[in-house]
Nanobody, 125 residues
Framework: QVQLVESGGGLVQAGGSLRLSCAAS????????MGWFRQAPGKEHKFVAV????????NYADSVKGRFTISRDNTKNAVYLQMNSLKPEDTAVYYC??????????????????WGLGTQVTVSS
């Protein structure tokens, strides 16, 4: 089991940037792919990005490609989401999640077994 705590959310104007961090504990972190999801009010969790266990491969939702970058530092048990060129439609609670798998080819929420409590990102127009 992996415990996850997100930070770095906040209020930003459209076109701005934020960097989310996810601190992980648990001995399986370094063998898990890690992902970011987001949930807007009244909507389901949506996939944002995923990174393989060693950081060698990543995948993104089409809506964030070219704007968001996921990375990880296994020496610090941390995962990051750099968000640039933010848009009002990026407003949501962002969740860090640990995959049940090591590779970055699984995108459904059910593929992820551990979740953080989320951090709010609000983008004003």
């Amino acid at each position: 089991q992996v415990q996850l705590v997100e930070s770095g959310g906040g209020l930003v104007q459209a076109g701005g940037s934020l960097r989310l961090s996810c601190a992980a504990s648990g001995r399986t972190f370094r063998t898990n792919a890690m992902g970011w999801f987001r949930q807007a009010p009244g909507k389901e969790h949506k996939f944002v990005a995923v990174i393989s266990w060693n950081g060698g491969s990543t995948n993104y939702a089409d809506s964030v490609k070219g704007r968001f970058t996921i990375s990880r530092d296994n020496t610090k048990n941390a995962v990051y989401l750099q968000m640039n060129s933010l848009k009002p439609e990026d407003t949501a609670v962002y969740y860090c999640a640990a995959s049940r798998y090591s590779e970055d080819t699984y995108y459904y929420p059910s593929d992820f077994g551990s979740w953080g409590l989320g951090t709010q990102v609000t983008v004003s127009s």
